[in-house]
């Protein structure tokens, strides 16, 4: 009967097939007909009719983001420059000039630089200040303006500054600065009621890629920018196009078709109420119908190939198909259970073969991951090691020594991983066992574990070292397996991590650093006394070689890292006492409290740096500081000492005057003024003599208005400093002043 069917169907196997073939290549055909006049014809009649709507919803996309960006960037002065605490640095070389000072110049470069990294059309900024005089080019050249030729020669585009405009965007054909390719110039004038009639100038250099990244400008793309006045202020194309843009009516709604010349071209039109500026986009209309044509060529290129390449796959998949149908799934249908032979059911069973490969190689994945938790589990809990000697029973091991190492940015999880396979092969045989995870972003823990053959640690360390890449490893205790094992040499590999901050070599070793005979005390009291006074008498050489023979002897001496880590914590606060002391606030000189930033040193060494560092920056605070209360104090003892010049002139009066102590100002007196305070007043009282004999007054009445207790010591005092009695000297001087009226 099977024979019967087989040669039935076996009669009929061709007639079958050639049906199945013709109908669907008559399928094929039918179809590609009816997409051809479809999508063909049909898209072909309203291509033209959709174009000007679909450009004009394109274009008015782009001239929006092209307008958003310009507003971005012609806000940026207003947001940078306004009179808020935030934009001291850019409103400061306004007040006082920077040039010569470079922590006010480097402070300023810095956010200009972060304001060029914010963005991304950004090519340069000008920053011209009037009232200093002061012009900052690029993102931190500053220039001293003398004269306005100096001014044109660092800031040109300044000459092309219309008249009583508050902005402006300068043409892009006339303005090539600061590049030798045009860039578009946005300049902002600020100004302020505090400033003296002096204003601030911003001048944004601006990439035209804000323009070309979203609007196509070519030889058939033309884009023009008009500002508020009509003057272009940007334009691609044409002089006759730019003519009749600037002068075409502003209220079209819509795209429009314009004619210049007998050139067809697409007009699309879009005002912004944001920036002021009117864009004008035109395409021209003949490279549209080119498109088209071209596309035309193209689709009926590619429909001819796709009626062919559709007949040979739908043939193929025809014969495809009856076999298929023929030959394996009709008899697959009839046994009704797997089949012992076939192609179909051996790629089934390769397949089912291959999904479970993958399922158990994710399940050796999954142990090596659950491990890892299981160990660090262990770790953190400071549990018993039962649970690992039950996962591990056949190999419990005797002994445990915890390494830690720093992962120095790198992945921990990636870190562990490559740990497990190299020491993979240790773990299956032998007498030791390697097992690795992680803690924390930055610590890869591995727990050496053997038997009675301690000998082995030595070889499994030297390798951990091999693989860490010059990684830093710290290496705790040896310690028996069983109770807290594994938590106990972590502990004291923890302990040893610790001792970092002293030293700085690769390997650190538990039992190597002595840590349990260190020394938890010292007396290094005198030391911290010398530097006191080393910073009392201003001394930062002293200063700095003190404090490094403290940080040698710490590292040196065998000291308990936390006597040592209190040892710096005590410099840091006898620095911040001293900054007390003298009136110096720690977050305006360094803008940090310097004792919370000394706790987050890495080692001794970065320390050291940052104590050293900070010694002559307060020393300079502290100059500063002193030069201007000098200057102050100097014209305000001047100011006293005139008005009372004919009166009995005490210390104690001044210092009165002045609200300091009697002892503080005859402290300060000779380093303010240049000489004691006894000599400083009678060079005074001389000079107001010299005045006042010149103006012909009595040597009596000289003497008793000065103050002087007798007319003879008066001029017992005057002939001491001038070489001649005040009568010579009025003569001497009354002739000299008649010879040259004579003369």
């Known amino acids: 009967m099977q024979r019967e069917n087989y040669g039935f169907m076996r009669k009929w196997k061709y007639p079958f097939l050639f049906g199945l073939l013709i109908v669907d290549i008559a399928s094929i055909v039918l179809l590609s007909v009816f997409n051809y006049r479809i999508f063909y014809i049909e898209s072909s009649r309203s291509y033209e009719e959709n174009f000007m709507q679909y450009e004009g919803n394109i274009t008015d996309m782009a001239l929006n983001n092209i307008d958003s960006q310009l507003a971005t960037y012609m806000e940026l002065p207003d947001y940078y420059f306004s009179a808020v605490s935030q934009n001291e640095v850019f409103l400061n070389p306004q007040i006082t000039n920077i040039v010569g000072n470079p922590e006010r110049v480097r402070d300023l470069s810095d956010i200009l630089f972060r304001i060029h990294s914010s963005y991304k059309y950004l090519y340069s900024m000008d920053i011209y200040y009037q009232g200093t005089g002061t012009a900052v080019t690029g993102f931190g050249n500053v220039h001293s303006i003398d004269d306005e030729s100096e001014l044109l020669e660092f800031c040109p585009w300044f000459s092309e500054l219309p008249e009583n405009a508050d902005s402006c965007l300068l043409p892009i054909g006339r303005n090539s600065y600061p590049t030798s390719e045009p860039v578009i110039t946005y300049v902002r004038k600020i100004s302020s009621a505090a400033w003296n009639c002096n204003d601030v100038y911003v001048a944004l250099h601006m990439l035209p890629e804000i323009i070309t990244d979203y609007l196509t400008v070519d030889e058939n793309h033309s884009l023009y920018i008009v500002d508020s006045t009509g003057r272009v202020v940007y334009g691609s194309g044409k002089d006759r196009e730019m003519n009749i843009v600037s002068s075409y009516p502003s209220d079209i709604e819509g795209p429009a078709k314009l004619e210049i010349e007998g050139e067809e071209l697409a007009y699309f039109y879009r005002p912004s109420y944001e920036t002021g500026l009117r864009y004008s986009y035109l395409v021209n209309y003949s490279f549209f119908g080119q498109l088209n044509s071209a596309q035309n060529r193209h689709l009926n290129v590619l429909f001819m190939f796709s009626i062919l390449l559709n007949i040979i796959v739908l043939s193929g998949l025809s014969v495809l198909n009856y076999f298929i149908y023929r030959l394996n799934i009709r008899m697959f249908s009839e046994k009704a259970g797997l089949p012992i032979s076939g192609n179909g059911i051996d790629g089934s069973l390769s397949s089912m073969t291959a999904q479970i490969?993958?399922?158990?190689?994710?399940?050796?994945?999954?142990?090596?991951?659950?491990?890892?938790?299981?160990?660090?589990?262990?770790?953190?809990?400071?549990?018993?090691?039962?649970?690992?000697?039950?996962?591990?029973?056949?190999?419990?091991?005797?002994?445990?020594?915890?390494?830690?190492?720093?992962?120095?940015?790198?992945?921990?999880?990636?870190?562990?991983?490559?740990?497990?396979?190299?020491?993979?092969?240790?773990?299956?045989?032998?007498?030791?066992?390697?097992?690795?995870?992680?803690?924390?972003?930055?610590?890869?823990?591995?727990?050496?574990?053997?038997?009675?053959?301690?000998?082995?640690?030595?070889?499994?360390?030297?390798?951990?070292?091999?693989?860490?890449?010059?990684?830093?490893?710290?290496?705790?205790?040896?310690?028996?397996?069983?109770?807290?094992?594994?938590?106990?040499?972590?502990?004291?590999?923890?302990?040893?991590?610790?001792?970092?901050?002293?030293?700085?070599?690769?390997?650190?070793?538990?039992?190597?650093?002595?840590?349990?005979?260190?020394?938890?005390?010292?007396?290094?009291?005198?030391?911290?006394?010398?530097?006191?006074?080393?910073?009392?008498?201003?001394?930062?050489?002293?200063?700095?070689?003190?404090?490094?023979?403290?940080?040698?002897?710490?590292?040196?001496?065998?000291?308990?890292?936390?006597?040592?880590?209190?040892?710096?914590?005590?410099?840091?606060?006898?620095?911040?006492?001293?900054?007390?002391?003298?009136?110096?606030?720690?977050?305006?000189?360094?803008?940090?409290?310097?004792?919370?930033?000394?706790?987050?040193?890495k080692s001794l060494d970065d320390f050291v740096t940052l104590m050293t560092s900070s010694i002559a920056t307060i020393y300079k605070s502290m100059k500063y500081r002193d030069e201007n209360i000098d200057s102050d104090i100097r014209q305000q003892i001047e100011m006293i000492i005139n008005d009372e010049i004919e009166n009995d002139i005490s210390l104690s009066m001044i210092a009165d005057k002045l609200g300091m102590k009697t002892y503080e100002l005859s402290r300060m007196f000779s380093r303010t003024m240049g000489k004691n305070y006894i000599d400083y007043i009678k060079d005074k009282k001389l000079m107001k003599a010299v005045e006042m004999l010149r103006a012909g007054e009595a040597v009596q009445d000289i003497a008793r208005r000065l103050g002087y207790r007798s007319p003879q010591y008066f001029i017992r005092i005057f002939k001491e400093n001038y070489g001649t009695t005040p009568y010579q000297y009025r003569k001497t001087v009354l002739d000299t002043d008649e010879n040259q009226e004579d003369s």
């Open 357 to 601: 490969k993958n399922l158990h190689s994710t399940a050796e994945s999954a142990k090596e991951l659950r491990t890892m938790n299981m160990i660090r589990s262990i770790i953190l809990s400071g549990e018993s090691d039962d649970d690992y000697l039950q996962f591990y029973s056949h190999f419990p091991g005797s002994y445990v020594q915890c390494c830690i190492v720093d992962a120095a940015g790198r992945k921990c999880d990636m870190m562990a991983a490559m740990y497990f396979e190299q020491f993979m092969a240790e773990n299956d045989e032998g007498h030791a066992r390697v097992l690795c995870t992680f803690i924390s972003p930055s610590s890869v823990i591995i727990l050496l574990i053997v038997d009675s053959d301690r000998h082995l640690l030595e070889e499994l360390k030297a390798k951990i070292v091999r693989l860490s890449g010059g990684c830093p490893v710290n290496f705790g205790k040896v310690v028996s397996l069983g109770g807290n094992g594994f938590s106990e040499s972590y502990q004291t590999a923890q302990e040893a991590d610790r001792y970092r901050f002293l030293y700085s070599g690769q390997i650190l070793s538990y039992d190597d650093l002595d840590i349990d005979g260190r020394k938890t005390y010292g007396n290094h009291s005198k030391q911290l006394e010398q530097l006191e006074r080393d910073m009392n008498s201003r001394q930062a050489e002293l200063f700095c070689e003190h404090i490094r023979m403290i940080a040698e002897d710490l590292r040196t001496g065998g000291y308990d890292i936390r006597y040592c880590l209190g040892v710096i914590s005590d410099i840091a606060v006898r620095v911040y006492s001293y900054m007390l002391r003298n009136q110096l606030d720690t977050w305006i000189v360094f803008g940090y409290d310097i004792r919370e930033v000394s706790k987050q040193s």
